[in-house]
């Protein structure tokens, strides 16, 4: 995970329908995003190791929005997160495009390792799902709507793991094109 040594971080943690979730930004951007924690300590501890130097601070009215909008879209609202900034610094490469790809997916849909791979050049699918455990953005960049093939769920590596993304794909009532919801298929 990159630090942000030069940034002054802030955080926020904020009630959701799947619980409690953390929201870390800087002057640049979102520097990341925590789905919830098993309790609140461990959540801060996550946050501080994460970002050492972090503050927890009232968030300004341009990440207020982000934090609504992930509320809405984890209550079931299609919302689009892709104009969220983001501070990569320290991001690789490969792991900016994927998660580029990953973030043209919208609500409800998804895309397989291997269709993102295609699309990068590479036949190489578990470098994207390897570029996608580091993911630091969870929710926006929605690494959870990237599946393995034939409908399979495929990992996750967040608190939860795949039970978390089945969680949130169900919300999403997410599907493959015309397809019954993908959430039917592995349920």
Known sequence: MPQHPNHAASYTLFETSIGLCGLAWNERGIIGFQLPEDDLSRMHGRIARRFPGI???????DIQGVV???TALLQGEA????????DMEGVPDFDRRVYEIARGIPPGRVLTYG????????????AIGQALGRNP??????????????????GFSAHGGTTTKRRLLAIEDARRDESPTLFDLIS
Do not use: M, Q, W
């Open 55 to 61: 503050v927890e601070a009232t968030p300004p009215p």
């Open 79 to 86: 919302r689009d997160l892709s104009a969220v900034s983001l």
């Open 115 to 126: 269709e993102i791979a295609s699309r990068l050049g590479t036949d190489n699918a578990r």
């Open 68 to 70: 609504a909008d992930v």
């Open 137 to 154: 953005f969870a929710i926006i960049v929605p690494c959870h709507r990237v599946v393995a093939a034939g409908g399979k769920l495929g």
